[in-house]
């Protein structure tokens, strides 16, 4: 789907005011760095050689074990000492800050700009009807408790809606649930829990035809927060049985199982995959990684993306439409889940010299992203640990991921929080436009 020209859409007079004070920073930023003389090269090189340390030290530290592990960690943490300390002396402390301000600032006025610009591009709405019969299913031990807490099982019931706990003690059949739901009658699905019973309560949702509901009573709230959402007020989503909206979303298939946000490969889901993962992270996190990033445990994979192969990544995920990760303020966003096509993004990280090759704006192999309408995972071993929206499962291979377009519809409160818009490709040629345009 193709991006509007924010310069050619009828920008408005603030999203070209937000452009201008952009490029207003970038100037400031390479003014301080010019005013600095001779001294801009040593600010660029200082830092360029801390990062690549430090990538460098954290690769030794996760990939290794006993005294090599610990000598790593001492890099990694003396590496941005002494680049502070050679900054103070030689007084480049204060224009580095300045300059890092700067480009901070001029990021956010040129997202800000590009978000205005192109909010025309966002999820298309439409008015229907408020549900008769609305069912929820409803984890209490999700998110912390923050069912019982925000009394949601209460409110939703004196709005009308069905509710059904999620109680245990035992494996809980939630998509059983659902159908049930379903043949009884209720003309909507809603959830609130985590992302992974999210999924499974869309898939019925979709295969259905009625519209899907989401409270942001989970952990991490993912799939919600890119519906805007508020996290620290799940009840607030219930607005949408009485004043809502639907959008139309895509969902993600992985070995023919449902996903709103994503399925990971590689050493993640190999570690959840762990019985000991739960109860001791780090500890078995720290375990594990040496041996599958040096390739001597775990599964080796090959991902196929069309005509592209990717051989033996250190880690992939697979999302359901593409992250925004242009920059850190967009990290793991998605503006649109309605695009037709998944995201892909291939770590492969098999030394400290690439690991340090982080620090290049192209990576090559070792960082690569690609939207595709089908990605096929094969491995070596008859089963992957595949990590489900957050759950951990094991699947046959190979592992076939499809998008499944405009699979389901999501109602949402009308009066919700902004989700986010990120830049167009192109982004540097279209802020210049919308801010020479008058």
């Known amino acids: 789907m193709t991006q509007p020209d924010p310069a050619s859409a009828g920008a408005t007079p ?10 207003l920073a970038v100037v400031a930023a390479i003014v301080l760095l010019l005013a600095a003389g001779t001294k801009t090269v040593a600010v660029l090189v200082v830092a360029v050689v801390g990062v690549v340390v430090f990538l460098a030290a954290a690769w030794w530290f996760l990939s290794n074990r006993s005294l090599i592990r610990w000598v790593a960690a001492f890099l990694a943490i003396a590496a941005p000492v002494v680049v502070i ?7 480049l402390l204060l224009p580095a800050l300045g300059v890092i301000v700067l480009l901070l600032i001029a990021g956010g006025l040129g997202r800000a700009a590009l978000s205005r610009a192109s909010s025309g591009s966002r999820m298309p709405e439409r008015l229907t009807p408020p549900p008769k019969r609305p069912y929820f299913i409803m984890n209490p031990r999700s998110g912390g408790g923050k069912v019982t807490k925000f009394q949601l099982d209460k409110k939703a019931a004196a709005l009308g809606a069905n509710v059904a706990l999620i109680d245990g003690p035992g494996q809980v059949d939630v998509a059983a649930m659902a159908r049930a739901a379903v043949a009884a009658g209720a003309d909507l699905l809603g959830v609130a829990g985590g992302d992974g019973t999210q999924a499974l309560v869309a898939a019925i949702a979709a ?3 009625i519209p899907f509901l989401v409270l942001s009573a989970g952990t991490r709230n993912h799939f919600a927060l890119d519906l805007g959402l508020d996290r620290e007020r799940p009840e607030s989503g219930l607005a949408a049985l009485t004043d809502g909206v639907e959008v139309t979303l895509d969902l993600g298939l992985v070995g023919g199982r449902t ?6 490969f590689g050493a993640y889901a190999a570690i959840v995959e762990s019985p000991a993962y739960r109860a001791d992270k780090r500890g078995t996190t720290l375990k594990m990684l040496p041996d599958l990033l ?19 990544p250190t880690a992939l995920l697979i999302s359901n439409n593409p992250y925004e990760m242009s920059d850190p303020a967009g990290l793991g966003r998605r503006a649109r889940i309605d695009g037709g096509k998944l995201g892909v993004i291939a770590v492969s990280v098999h030394s400290a010299a690439q690991a340090a090759a982080l620090v290049r704006v192209r990576s090559g192999r070792t960082l690569q992203r690609f939207d595709a309408i089908e990605v096929v995972v094969e491995s070596d071993a008859a089963e ?12 046959p291979t190979p592992v076939r991921c499809q998008i499944w377009p405009a699979a ?4 949402v409160p009308r009066e919700r929080l902004a989700a986010p818009a990120p ?3 192109k982004s540097l040629g279209l802020l210049t436009k919308l801010a020479l345009n008058r």
Do not use: K, Q
């Open 14 to 23: 603030a999203a070209r005011w937000l452009a201008r004070g952009a490029w």
């Open 85 to 91: 300390a050679v900054y103070i002396s030689r007084n």
């Open 207 to 209: 295969e259905h035809d």
């Open 259 to 264: 996903f709103v946000n994503n399925a990971s």
């Open 294 to 312: 040096s390739g001597d445990s775990g599964p080796r994979l090959t991902a196929r993306i069309g005509d592209d192969t990717i051989d033996a």
């Open 384 to 395: 992957i640990p595949v990590g489900v929206d957050g759950e951990s499962l094991m699947l």
């Open 408 to 411: 389901l519809r999501v109602r």
């Open 423 to 425: 830049p167009p490709r």
